[in-house]
Structures are given as structure tokens and as C-alpha cells.
């Protein structure tokens, strides 16, 4: 992979890591049609998902550093357990195991297996139209102060999925989140702090590998080509996650859903007249 492609993929990265349409599903596929035709790889997209989680970290700043004071405090008997911010600090803590642990038991295949174009159309028609559904039935009457703990175990089985190429990690959990009842923006804020310890954890792993020479993507994609995605992603996700938080709040995920079945059938017809490979 070249410079340019590093930057266009770390492009697409930060334009889709935060909209429901599966960030990993779109540089896979982006990266059959660049001039190497290379699959950038399970390496390369979890480094690249540091730029836009580091951006996550920026945007809401204030309320991760009130979040982590007030979760302390509870530890030290200082502010009560049931606070607000002291739940919220467990609830991301909880709802991150799933993905953790799945992660690690399905790591070989998720590297392999999963990584099939075939999949990828399949998931991106069926979570779509599934995500029609929550968003057409959801009576958006929870906020996040409503969150219980048996929700947050869900919402993390819901991020499990994004493990599959094509579910989307933010379309997952946001999904859950309105069938459960929880407006959008409250969906879609819980989902983005529920992310921060699965993506640094998964990226950090990664960029260790690839610095260490423990991935063949390293050698591939180089880390200096790899930084420069990670930093692209990191500047437009962060114009991304206002923009997207906006025009949910009085938007439906309408046009999304119909992307995302676009986009499936597209890929059905180029892999059945053998225009790209799985």
C-alpha cells in the first residue's frame, strides 16, 4: 500500500466508523478497487480505529474525565454507588466484556473466515433491515440516566457483532439500543463511550503486533503509512460525530438502512459476475 491509498483509506475510516454502515466492511472492500487491490487487512483497520476512537476521547472530553472522577470517588465511598456518572462507569466497563471476550476466542476467524465479501453483503442487507425495523418501532422514551445494568450487557453482545465485517459496531449497538426503547442519541452517545476500551484495547494490540513484526500486515502496509490513516481518521471522524449526533436528533436512520442495501446488492452482483473476488 502507498501513501495516497494509506490516506484515502483513513479517509473512509473517519467518514464511516460512526455512521451504522460498518467502517470495516467499507475498507475492505474500498481496498479491492485501489491500485494494489490489497485487502488492508483486521491489522491495519484496528490501528486505523485508533484515529477515530482517539477522536471519541476529544469529543466528549468533559464527560469521560467526570465519568472516570466520579467512578473513582465511588470506589472511595466518596459519592454514592448508584450516581449517575459512577453507573455509567461500570456500565461501560460491563458492556465491554462481550466484545473482549468473543475477540479473543474467535480471533482466527475473524482475521480469516469472516474477512469474505459474501459475508460482508449478507450482514450489510440483513443488520439493515434490521435496523429499519428498531428505528420504525422504537418508542425512544429512555434516556442514558435510564440505563440498567442488564441493558448494558445487551448493548455489549450488541458490539460483539460488529466482530463480523458488515454489522458495524455503532449500527449494532444503536440498534439495540431503540429496541430497548432509548432514543436515538442516547443510543448512539452510549455506543461511542462503549467503544473507547474495545477499540484502544483491539488497536493498541495490533499496533503492537505490526511494530514487533508479529503481523504481516506491518511489513505490508508499513507503520508510517498506518499512522498517517490513523491520523486522517482521527480529524474527520471527529467533524463526523457532531455532524452525525445532529442530524439524528431529528432524522430517522432512513437513509442509512437504504445504503446499506445499496451497497449489499451492489456487492452481490460484482461478486457474481466476477468483477471483484470474496
Given at each position: 500500500?502507498?501513501?495516497?491509498?494509506?490516506?484515502f483509506?483513513?479517509?473512509?475510516?473517519g467518514?464511516?466508523e460512526?455512521?451504522?454502515?460498518?467502517?470495516s466492511?467499507?475498507?475492505?472492500?474500498?481496498?479491492k478497487?485501489?491500485?494494489s487491490?490489497?485487502d488492508?487487512?483486521?491489522?491495519?483497520?484496528?490501528?486505523?480505529q485508533?484515529?477515530?476512537?482517539?477522536?471519541v476521547?476529544?469529543?466528549f472530553?468533559k464527560?469521560?474525565?467526570?465519568?472516570?472522577k466520579?467512578?473513582?470517588?465511588s470506589?472511595?465511598g466518596?459519592?454514592?454507588?448508584?450516581?449517575?456518572?459512577?453507573?455509567?462507569?461500570?456500565?461501560?466497563?460491563?458492556?465491554s466484556l462481550?466484545i473482549?471476550?468473543?475477540?479473543v476466542?474467535f480471533?482466527?476467524?475473524?482475521?480469516?473466515?469472516?474477512?469474505n465479501?459474501?459475508?460482508?453483503?449478507?450482514?450489510?442487507?440483513v443488520?439493515?433491515?434490521?435496523?429499519?425495523?428498531?428505528?420504525?418501532l422504537?418508542?425512544?422514551?429512555?434516556?442514558?440516566?435510564?440505563?440498567?445494568?442488564?441493558?448494558?450487557?445487551?448493548?455489549?453482545?450488541?458490539?460483539?457483532?460488529?466482530?463480523?465485517?458488515g454489522?458495524?459496531?455503532?449500527?449494532?449497538?444503536?440498534t439495540?439500543?431503540?429496541?430497548?426503547?432509548?432514543?436515538?442519541?442516547?443510543?448512539?452517545?452510549?455506543?461511542?463511550?462503549?467503544?473507547?476500551?474495545?477499540?484502544f484495547?483491539?488497536?493498541?494490540?495490533?499496533?503492537?503486533?505490526?511494530?514487533?513484526g508479529?503481523d504481516?500486515?506491518?511489513?505490508?502496509?508499513?507503520?508510517?503509512e498506518?499512522a498517517?490513516?490513523?491520523?486522517?481518521?482521527?480529524?474527520?471522524?471527529?467533524?463526523?460525530?457532531?455532524?452525525?449526533l445532529?442530524?439524528?436528533?431529528?432524522?430517522?436512520?432512513?437513509?442509512?438502512?437504504w445504503?446499506?442495501?445499496?451497497?449489499?446488492?451492489?456487492?452481490y452482483?460484482?461478486?457474481?459476475?466476477?468483477?471483484?473476488?470474496?
Amino acid at each position: 500500500m502507498n501513501w495516497f491509498e494509506a490516506a484515502f483509506l483513513g479517509l473512509i475510516q473517519g467518514l464511516t466508523e460512526f455512521l451504522p454502515i460498518s467502517s470495516s466492511a467499507h475498507l475492505f472492500v474500498v481496498g479491492k478497487f485501489l491500485p494494489s487491490g490489497a485487502d488492508p487487512g483486521a491489522a491495519f483497520t484496528a490501528v486505523s480505529q485508533l484515529g477515530t476512537e482517539a477522536a471519541v476521547v476529544v469529543f466528549f472530553w468533559k464527560d469521560i474525565v467526570r465519568i472516570i472522577k466520579t467512578w473513582f470517588a465511588s470506589l472511595r465511598g466518596r459519592v454514592p454507588g448508584n450516581h449517575p456518572d459512577a453507573r455509567m462507569g461500570w456500565l461501560v466497563i460491563i458492556g465491554s466484556l462481550p466484545i473482549a471476550v468473543l475477540g479473543v476466542v474467535f480471533q482466527h476467524y475473524i482475521e480469516s473466515t469472516l474477512r469474505n465479501l459474501w459475508i460482508v453483503a449478507t450482514t450489510l442487507i440483513v443488520f439493515g433491515l434490521i435496523l429499519a425495523v428498531a428505528d420504525a418501532l422504537a418508542s425512544q422514551q429512555r434516556e442514558l440516566k435510564d440505563l440498567t445494568f442488564a441493558h448494558g450487557i445487551i448493548y455489549g453482545f450488541a458490539q460483539a457483532l460488529a466482530l463480523i465485517p458488515g454489522v458495524s459496531r455503532s449500527g449494532g449497538t444503536i440498534t439495540a439500543g431503540l429496541l430497548m426503547g432509548y432514543t436515538r442519541e442516547s443510543a448512539a452517545r452510549y455506543s461511542f463511550l462503549l467503544a473507547i476500551p474495545a477499540v484502544f484495547g483491539s488497536g493498541f494490540y495490533e499496533l503492537y503486533k505490526i511494530v514487533s513484526g508479529k503481523d504481516g500486515a506491518g511489513a505490508t502496509f508499513g507503520i508510517g503509512e498506518t499512522a498517517l490513516a490513523t491520523i486522517i481518521a482521527f480529524v474527520v471522524g471527529y467533524f463526523i460525530i457532531g455532524w452525525f449526533l445532529k442530524f439524528i436528533s431529528t432524522k430517522s436512520f432512513r437513509p442509512f438502512v437504504w445504503y446499506r442495501i445499496a451497497l449489499g446488492l451492489a456487492l452481490y452482483m460484482l461478486l457474481g459476475l466476477g468483477i471483484i473476488t470474496a
